[in-house]
């Protein structure tokens, strides 16, 4: 990534690599097939996957004390 990629980084925290399970993995798109995602390589085996991004995450459930 260089310095005109600066706008994806800190947009969502780096998934594991869903094929080897490293953690070193780059964002390479801001948006992925579906406007949920975005799209990342893994810099360990080389694969590109798509994870959702945490703007679409499910909140945390409310805590209940009742």
Do not use: K, N
């Not at 798109?29 to 810099?43: D, L, N, V, Y």
């Amino acid at each position: 990534m260089g310095p005109a990629d600066a706008a994806l980084v800190g947009v969502s925290h780096a998934p594991d690599c869903p094929f080897c399970g490293a953690e070193a993995v780059e964002r390479v798109g801001q948006w992925g097939g579906q406007i949920i995602t975005a799209q990342w390589r893994c810099e360990a085996c080389g694969s590109y996957f798509e994870a959702i991004r945490d703007e679409f995450d499910d909140p945390a459930p409310a805590d209940d004390a009742r």
